[in-house]
Each structure stands twice: as C-alpha cells, then as structure tokens.
T-cell receptor
Framework: AQKVTQAQTEISVVEKEDVTLDCVYETRDTTYYLFWYKQPPSGELVFLIRRNSFDEQNEISGRYSWNFQKSTSSFNFTITASQVVDSAVYFCALSEFIDAGKSTFGDGTTLTVKP | EAGVTQFPSHSVIEKGQTVTLRCDPISGHDNLYWYRRVMGKEIKFLLHFVKESKQDESGMPNNRFLAERTGGTYSTLKVQPAELEDSGVYFC???????????????FGPGTRLTVL
C-alpha cells in the first residue's frame, strides 16, 4: 500500500523567510511519480511539480525548489523568500507509474506567510 | 482554454437525501478522476474514467456512490442516500493521457463542498 506523510500540519513564517515543507512516502513500487500541489484559499488544486522515481535530480523553479531523496523516501519542497501569496495548503502526492492519475495524497501542510 | 469546472460549488443537504455533483473536464481530456477530502484529512482517490469507461473504481466507499460519464464528456457523482460522513470536498481532475506517455499532468477543478446535516 502507498502512504504519504506530511508531518507538519501547520507552518507559520514571516515574509521573506525560507520555508521547507516535508514529505515522506512509502511504496512497494520501484517506479512511481511524486507530486506537489498548492491549494490557495480559492479552493482549487494547482499542480506544481511531478517527478518520476528514476530521476533524482533536484529541481528549481523560481522561488520554489524540490529535493528528492530516494534513499530516505523524501520529496521536500522549499520556498525561498516566502511571500504572502504563498499562503495555502500544500499537498504532496504519490502515484503508480502505470496510472499517474491515481494518486495517494498526504494530509496537507497549511502554510501561513505573515507580512 | 477553460479549466475543469464543477457544479455546484457548495451543497448542503439533510441525511437521507440525494445529491448529484457534476464535473466538466477540460475539452479533449479522456481521463477523468474523482477524489474527496473528508474532515480535513488527506485527499482520497475515488475512481478513474477513461472516456466513458470506469478504469478503476477501487476508491469508491460503498454502493451509495454512483459515478457516470455518459458519452465520455462530463461526469456525475451521485450520493444516495447521503450520510453524515459523506461531508467533505469532492474534487474532479482530468488529464489528456494516462501512464507514462503523453502529457498526463492532472488539472483539478475547484471542488464541491458537500455538507450533510
């Protein structure tokens, strides 16, 4: 069975601080996908990134960066120089390689960035 | 290009009543998924359509839930009769392709918040 754990339920930071959201996963599959989604106050889920299990290269996109460590089954997400607009619930998810759409989600981490 | 839309955005019903949620995927997307988030917990997979066929309905909680996708376009999720524990946010997502080929990024709708009293 697959499982995703986001141990941080809520995080609060002050604007311009860096913040890292943790994600640890469990799977028996040797190949799989990992995702991060953002859910702003408006409610929709916004896709941020997808990584496949055989590509451990870290990725940077603007102020966002992701650290994938297969050895520790972690896929952590860092926001550099956080902004108020980053306030949202962030979900980490894991899916089977054969069906990238069937995802197992973590409970989510609520990030509040204060001005 | 219009995104995934869901209707209604909110629904408040009494226990025992019936509710039907609708999802319109992005045009041309063969794959349609239903998920739900109950009591602020994780978002759980319910089922997956490929066009009009149910590819995987392993996440459907019980036979009070019925999903359809006639014609392979929009989908409905009916809950009959609704119970208190069905309260939550129901998300729909669509993607162009499934698996390892093609652009299989999922696009999620805004969700329908269901409250059963």
């Amino acid at each position: 069975a697959q499982k995703v754990t986001q141990a941080q339920t809520e995080i609060s930071v002050v604007e311009k601080e860096d913040v890292t959201l943790d994600c640890v996963y469990e799977t028996r599959d040797t190949t799989y996908y990992l995702f991060w989604y953002k859910q702003p106050p408006s409610g929709e889920l916004v896709f941020l990134i997808r990584r496949n299990s055989f590509d451990e290269q870290n990725e940077i996109s603007g102020r966002y960066s992701w650290n994938f460590q297969k050895s520790t089954s972690s896929f952590n997400f860092t926001i550099t120089a956080s902004q108020v607009v980053d306030s949202a619930v962030y979900f980490c998810a894991l899916s089977e390689f054969i069906d990238a759409g069937k995802s197992t989600f973590g409970d989510g981490t609520t990030l509040t960035v204060k001005p | 290009e219009a995104g995934v839309t869901q209707f209604p955005s909110h629904s408040v019903i009494e226990k025992g009543q019936t509710v039907t949620l609708r999802c319109d995927p992005i045009s041309g997307h063969d794959n349609l998924y239903w998920y739900r988030r109950v009591m602020g917990k994780e978002i759980k997979f319910l089922l997956h359509f490929v066009k009009e066929s149910k590819q995987d309905e392993s996440g459907m909680p019980n036979n009070r839930f019925l999903a359809e996708r006639t014609g392979g376009t929009y989908s409905t999720l009916k809950v009959q009769p609704a119970e208190l524990e069905d309260s939550g946010v129901y998300f729909c997502a669509s993607s162009q392709a499934s698996g390892t080929s093609g652009r299989d990024e999922q696009f999620f709708g805004p969700g329908t918040r269901l409250t059963v009293l």
